[in-house]
Nanobody, 115 residues
Framework: QVQLVESGGGLVQPGGSLRLSCAPS????????IAWYRQAPGKEREFVAR???????DYQDSVKGRFAISRDHGKNMVYLQMNSLKPEDTAVYLC?????????WGKGTLVTVSS
C-alpha cells in the first residue's frame, strides 16, 4: 500500500506559477515511476509528467518547457513546478505511483488558472 497526499493547488492568474507537492507514504527510492495526471471538469484524466528512479522524466507535449517534475530524496517529496500557466491547465492534479505492478492515486489538488 502507498498513500499519496497532494498539496499546493490554488487560484493563479494566466502566466503565473505554482508548485504542487506529493508526499508518498513510502520511500521514493522504492517507487519506480511517480507521475502527475490531471482531470479537467467534464474531461478524461490525462497524463502530465512522470519521473523515473534513473532520473529521467517525460511530459505531455502541451506542458513541455513549462512544467518540471522533480524528486527530493531528502524530504521524500515529489514536486511539479508549473510555470506560464494557461486557463486550459485548470484541473484537479493527481499524484500517481506505480509500485510492484499496482497503481496508487492521491485524492488530488485543484488548480484554477483564471483572471
Amino acid at each position: 500500500q502507498v498513500q499519496l497526499v497532494e498539496s499546493g493547488g490554488g487560484l493563479v492568474q494566466p502566466g503565473g506559477s505554482l508548485r504542487l507537492s506529493c508526499a508518498p507514504s513510502r520511500s521514493i527510492f522504492d517507487i519506480g515511476i511517480i507521475a502527475w495526471y490531471r482531470q479537467a471538469p467534464g474531461k478524461e484524466r490525462e497524463f502530465v509528467a512522470r519521473s523515473f528512479t534513473a532520473g529521467n522524466a517525460d511530459y505531455q507535449d502541451s506542458v513541455k518547457g513549462r512544467f518540471a517534475i522533480s524528486r527530493d530524496h531528502g524530504k521524500n517529496m515529489v514536486y511539479l513546478q508549473m510555470n506560464s500557466l494557461k486557463p486550459e491547465d485548470t484541473a484537479v492534479y493527481l499524484c500517481n505511483a506505480f509500485v510492484d505492478g499496482l497503481d496508487y492515486w492521491g485524492k488530488g489538488t485543484l488548480v484554477t488558472v483564471s483572471s
